[in-house]
């Protein structure tokens, strides 16, 4: 139980800096249009949830890899 929540735990503490980073950077010109932010929550959202079924990925195949060595969680 908690090798999935420590793996998801440094995953985003990873993964979420840069991909902030880039998506910010990526559409700077189309935030700088936006005063209120509601395009930079939307986009906020959207890379979120695609990081975390990403994570998702990644740890299904690592939990498959496990089983298959018989190192059950």
Known sequence: MWK??????????????LQLT????????????DKSGIIMLGLLLLSTIANVYL???VW?????????RKHFM
């Not at 999935?4 to 800096?17: D, E, I, K, M, R």
């Not at 880039?22 to 249009?33: E, G, K, N, R, T």
């Not at 195949?61 to 496990?66: N, S």
Request: proline share 8%; glycine share 0%.
């Open 4 to 17: 999935p929540l420590l793996f998801f735990s440094v995953w985003l503490n990873l993964t979420v800096p």
């Open 22 to 33: 880039a998506v910010f950077s990526i559409f700077q010109p189309l935030l700088a249009v």
């Open 55 to 57: 994570a998702t990925r």
């Open 60 to 68: 299904m195949r690592i939990e498959d890899r496990l089983y298959k």
